[in-house]
T-cell receptor, first 111, second 119 residues
Framework: SQKIEQNSEALNIQEGKTATLTCNYT??????LQWYRQDPGRGPVFLLL?????KEKRKERLKVTFDTTLKQSLFHITASQPADSATYLC??????????FGSGTRLLVRP | GAGVSQSPSNKVTEKGKDVELRCDPI?????LYWYRQSLGQGLEFLIY????????KSGLPSDRFSAERTGGSVSTLTIQRTQQEDSAVYLC?????????????????FGPGTRLTVL
């Protein structure tokens, strides 16, 4: 069956450290993958998109990698800040162009 | 407006009643999407509009759910004879073009959602 999985346990890190979130998928061959941030009571906000032929994409303190062999994307936030605390969702586009979301990982950055 | 808006922000209803949820997408966005998010869960795709037509209704959970879009703009999601399992946050998103081009133009912009509680 097709699955997209993110760690359901919250990631709790100290301010200034690098946060690394994982997204794994099975039985999909996505042309690209997106990462979103969601704050409580709000809709998701788009952060980054990475295509299947790209290994890595950066935007300010954010870095995303995409390994189509491992079927995995990693999302990194360097020099993390308490304001980075939120739930981070990965999403991939399936063959019928639907955006399929993972259930998200909650990040808590302690001051 | 500058972003996607949804109304109402909260809706409490009794089991068996019908509800209508509204979405105002970003002006000029041709594609519109409805999702459902249950507590602690990811987003579940419900339906997608391109203009006023819905080429993909595959995510609608039952025939109690329907949606329409008029004038290529506002969309309403209607749930008839609501059940307690319909309780969730219903999110609407819009994009300039249909999802799938892989470019910035198909980035989805989400509204704040409508929290539906069925008692």
């Amino acid at each position: 069956s097709q699955k997209i999985e993110q760690n359901s346990e919250a990631l709790n890190i100290q301010e200034g450290k690098t946060a690394t979130l994982t997204c794994n998928y099975t039985n999909y061959s996505p042309a690209y993958l997106q990462w979103y941030r969601q704050d409580p009571g709000r809709g998701p906000v788009f952060l980054l998109l990475i295509r299947e032929n790209e290994k890595e994409k950066r935007k300010e303190r954010l870095k995303v990698t995409f390994d189509t062999t491992l079927k995995q994307s990693l999302f990194h936030i360097t020099a993390s800040q308490p304001a980075d605390s939120a739930t981070y969702l990965c999403a991939l586009v399936d063959s019928s162009y639907k955006l399929i979301f993972g259930s998200g990982t909650r990040l808590l950055v302690r001051p | 407006g500058a972003g996607v808006s949804q109304s109402p922000s909260n809706k409490v209803t009794e089991k068996g009643k019908d509800v209508e949820l509204r979405c105002d997408p970003i002006s000029g966005h041709t594609a519109l999407y409805w999702y459902r998010q249950s507590l602690g869960q990811g987003l579940e795709f419900l339906i997608y509009f391109q203009g006023n037509s819905a080429p993909d209704k595959s995510g609608l959970p039952s025939d109690r759910f329907s949606a329409e879009r008029t004038g290529g703009s506002v969309s309403t999601l209607t749930i008839q004879r609501t059940q307690q399992e319909d309780s969730a946050v219903y999110l609407c998103a819009s994009s300039l073009v249909r999802q799938g081009s892989g470019g910035a133009s198909d980035t989805q912009y989400f509204g704040p959602g409508t929290r539906l509680t069925v008692l």
